[in-house]
């Protein structure tokens, strides 16, 4: 049996019917740059979010960066975040030329972890980039707190995160600024790449939409320099009939964690051989945009292996912490710096958790799995 990581056609099969023809539309029309389909998706994924506003941008990656480029951060300036992530939260703090300061992760949630935080806050500090990993709520009310405290800025990284809740709050309405990405593997994908701003406050918004398109209000008359960050029409509508059976994916992914925990459990494997994702100790809504069991006894990358012959997806969500990737040298980042992040490094396996994936699917990888222990 074949088992991949992600399969999003049978996603797709359920909606083509209705998307197609828009697209038709849109391309009869010729009118492909922002425009009533972009506003229309903005104003649905805002009220989704529980926040006042949202701004569709090209890219999470772009979301992050539009965001620091309002706030004026830059040279001399630092920013707060985890070194457990996707590169693209350190990339965007360094393209606008700041500082990143990581604070290490809470094992249990591989979120950042609130207690670290403080000491790492300097007269320097600018903002702090929580990630919400895996599609789990980070700790925030000790992080706004903080902020509060320091007069930080925060900008949620929701990139992998969309409908999550802390707290009965739905993330990127906690923070300034929430980052979203609609890469087709988040759990709202669109045909490309994709991203929005979601914001609390309304001048902030409107200084993102103004970053969005060259730092113009007017058009050719540049308040700023921003930059061409624009979300496209033909984007904007699959994202709007996506965005209405986003919570019934979602739900499908949680069922199925909830199967792989029972599975799991029966199987006798948790006996600390593997750990599965934990709930965090406050209450969230976790989304499940990849479920990472971490492998003890330096077995991770040979169960990697096993797994990949036998025809089962898995991967490895993130294989090096960014403290020690190479680009950021000069930031003098030494193995032991981050031991709960490098711990995770060696640990994690991202096994399939999309909502079309079948009873026997997950069946057979954690058969596939107990075989794997079995020495089979
Ligand atoms: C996917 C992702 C991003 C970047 O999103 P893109 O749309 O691929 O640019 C940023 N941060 C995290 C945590 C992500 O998972």
Known sequence: MQVPLLDLRAQYASFKAEVLPVLADICDAQ?????????????????????????????GSDALLVALMAEKIGAGDEVITTPFTFFATVG??????????????DPVTFNIDPAAIEAKVTPRTK???????????????????????????????????????????????????????????????????????????????????????HGQSKTYFHEYVGGNFRLDALQAAVLSIKLRKLDSWSEARQRNAAEYEQMFAASGLTDGRITLPAKADYP?????????????????????????????????????????????????????????????????????????????????????????????
């Open 284 to 376: 969230v809504r976790h989304i499940y945009n990849q479920y990472c069991i971490r492998v003890a006894e330096g077995k991770r990358d040979a169960l990697r292996d096993y797994l990949h012959a036998h025809e089962v997806g898995c991967a490895i969500y993130y294989p090096l912490s960014l403290h020690l990737q190479p680009c950021f040298a000069d930031l003098n980042g030494k193995k032991g710096d981050f031991p709960e992040s490098e711990k995770a490094t060696s640990e994690v396996l991202a096994l399939p958790i999309y909502g079309e994936c079948t009873h026997e699917q997950r069946e057979f990888v954690v058969d596939t799995i107990k075989a794997f222990y079995q020495g089979k």
């Open 92 to 105: 965007a703090i360094v393209r606008v030329g700041a500082k990143p300061v990581f604070v290490d992760i």
């Open 31 to 59: 009118q492909f740059i922002l425009g009533a389909k972009v506003e229309n998706f903005e104003k649905e994924l805002a009220a989704y979010c529980k926040c006042e506003r949202s701004i569709g941008v090209t890219s």
């Open 127 to 213: 903002a702090i980039i929580p990630v919400h990993l895996f599609g789990q709520a980070a700790n925030m009310d000790p992080i706004m707190a903080i902020a509060k405290k320091h007069s930080l800025i925060v900008i949620e990284d929701a990139c992998q995160a969309i409908g999550a809740e802390y707290r009965g709050k739905r993330v990127g309405s906690i923070g300034d600024y929430g980052a979203f990405s609609f890469f087709p593997s988040k759990n709202l994908g669109c045909f490309g790449d994709g991203g929005a701003v979601t914001c609390t406050d309304n001048a902030k918004a409107d200084k993102i939409k103004i970053f969005r398109n």
